[in-house]
């Protein structure tokens, strides 16, 4: 049975996972793009894939580290899955650079809930945030996240809030000597253009509008389903879903934001996704209906990337 084989997160699991996730990446820049493929393209490309790679274990090591779901491998495949139903993110650079940065900024948040060296944990998942935002500017959005995290454990501390201040000015710091060393004044000013859609009906008006809507559906109904069932839980837990929850929804604004510049952003909410799906999952108790969700997934992912490449 295919669920059984990501019950346990093994080494050939990663494999097959990275095969997967390899075939449809290169078929996002054969069908999806109009690059030239040069040696230069290639080399570009190929370091892309291996932080999209990185991107995998990483889901894998929070969702376990942090016990967001049971000791399975449902959150790499789902995370992988999703990609390739929204493909043209597979060809955004950009787009898969910054989402590795957020991933890292989330570790550091989640893990905030120990109570173990939380400002140096606000000072590092700030910083990555900062870096992310030099690839997607709104993705600065996400810092709204570690103030929620500062306010659900240790609100009481005005340290705590001072830390975020501190990584930007460390960042602007660096940022000012890169600029002075490199001879270019605007380095970091030039990055950061922020404007709102002007244009409702250009804000909605995607190819693949039904599917977002699809998708944004099905992961509400599942983050309703878990966060129910994770009443019974334990407050920590359940307090750490939620915060997942509202990285998603943080994830829907900055994709909001960005609808009119690109297609492509809504891998920032895929991490968080994944993590409910398997919950969802996993929570049914009937083998052969648990079998029939997975393999419907996993079946429906080609055909939907298929039909983005048709439309193309």
Known sequence: MISSFFDKTKPITFVVVLVFLAIFFVLSQIFLTTSD??????????????????????????????????????????????????????????????????????????????????????????????????????????????????????????????VPLSAFGTFALIGVALAILLGDVGLLTARYHFSLPRDVDTLFAWDEASKYLAYGFLVICCIFISLLRMGKAGLGKLVTMRLMAFFFFVAVAVKLMIAVDTTGATIFSFFPAAVFFTNVLVAIKRKNIREAIFIGFVVLAPIIFMSVYLKW
Do not use: Q
Not at 59 to 73: E, H
């Open 37 to 162: 493929f040069t040696p230069a393209f290639l080399v570009k490309k190929t370091v892309v894939f291996a932080i999209l790679a990185l991107s995998v274990f990483l889901v894998d090591f929070i969702s376990k580290r942090n016990r967001l779901t049971g000791a399975n491998a449902f959150p790499m495949a789902f995370f992988v899955l999703l990609l390739v139903m929204f493909p043209r993110d597979l060809t955004d650079d950009n787009v898969i650079i910054c989402n590795f940065f957020l991933l890292l900024a989330i570790r550091r948040v989640i893990s905030i809930r120990s109570l173990r060296n939380v400002r140096l944990k606000i000072f590092d998942a700030t910083l990555w945030i900062l870096v992310s935002s030099l690839f997607y500017h709104w993705s600065l959005l996400f810092m709204i996240g570690v103030f929620v995290a500062i306010y659900i454990y240790e609100p009481k501390k005005l340290g705590n809030w001072v």
